[in-house]
Structures are given as C-alpha cells and as structure tokens.
C-alpha cells in the first residue's frame, strides 16, 4: 500500500515563500509519474506541477518561474518550493504518486 504524507504548508504574506514535502512508503518517486495538484475552495483541483518518469518537468502557467518541483531519491521525498507566493496560491495542495494521493495540506497567502 502506498502512502503519501504532505507537510510544510502554513500561512505566509504574499511575496513569501513556503516549501512543501511529500513523503512516500510502499512506491518509489523515482520512474514513476508525480506531481502536486491543489484545490481551492469552490474550485476543482488542478495541476501545479508534475515530473514524468523520464524526469521532464512540467508547471501550470500561473505557478512557472515561481514554483519549482524536485524528487530527493535517496529520502523519496518529493518538494515544491514556491516562492512569490500570491493570494490566489492559496489553496489545499496534495502530492499524486503514480494515482496515489496524499491527504493534503493547507497554504495560505494572506496580509
């Protein structure tokens, strides 16, 4: 069985930065589809960011140049650092390991 766990999400004035991690057990990172997706209230969850088995790297418009999603192999531990944060980053955001989802973790860009 596969397990996810989101941390590091908080609230952060807009300009800040915050970077989430997902930890996974029972799946390696590594050759596998991974991402992160988020979802705010009343919206659907959409996709931030995604790394394919091959290791190409794709970002949704509105996060690119600001986010930046990596895997540490060694810890299977997957991050996104986002910085420039804005107050429409604020949403749930979740890491998806090959259909697996974590629970989820809050980020809140508010002065």
């Known amino acids: 069985q596969v397990q996810l766990q989101e941390s590091g999400g908080g609230l952060v004035q807009p300009g800040g930065s915050l970077r989430l991690s997902c930890a996974a057990s029972g799946r390696s990172f590594r050759f596998n589809t991974r991402g992160w997706y988020r979802q705010a209230p009343g919206k659907q969850r959409e996709s931030v960011a995604s790394?394919?088995?091959?290791?190409?790297?794709n970002y949704a418009r509105s996060v690119e140049g600001r986010f930046t999603i990596s895997t540490d192999t060694a810890k299977n531990t997957m991050y996104l650092q986002m910085n420039s944060l804005k107050p429409e980053d604020t949403a749930v955001y979740y890491c998806q390991l090959s259909g697996w989802w974590g629970q989820g973790t809050q980020v809140t860009v508010s002065s």
């Open positions: 790394i394919t088995p091959s290791g190409s790297t």
